[in-house]
């Protein structure tokens, strides 16, 4: 089968260029998730096991804690808060 080219199509070099340097770098850790249950569990090291209450309210300090670009916390703590309120 004979190999199709797109004539339209940029280099790559042109699409790097578009994206700029930060390209993929914006948004969210995808680390925070693992983040929140060990920040949970190491807060109090006399427990053997995680407090729900706790679990549920760390996600939401971590959020706010978090550098985000402008527009990104708002939408995250709505998911945060209406899981925890649905609970």
């Known amino acids: ?8 199509a940029k280099s790559l070099q042109e699409y ?3 994206a700029g340097v930060d390209e993929g ?3 969210i ?3 925070l998730p693992f983040k929140a249950p060990s ?3 190491s807060h109090d090291t006399t427990e053997t096991g995680a407090d729900p209450v706790r679990l549920m309210h760390v996600p939401e300090g971590m959020v706010r804690q978090e550098p985000f670009p402008t527009g990104t916390e708002a939408p995250c703590l709505k998911v945060i808060k209406g ?3 649905s609970r």
């Open 83 to 85: 899981e925890r309120a």
């Open 16 to 18: 790097g260029d578009a």
């Open 1 to 8: 089968m004979p190999r199709q080219i797109d004539r339209k």
């Open 39 to 41: 920040a949970s569990l």
């Open 29 to 31: 850790s995808t680390r």
């Open 25 to 27: 770098t914006s948004g």
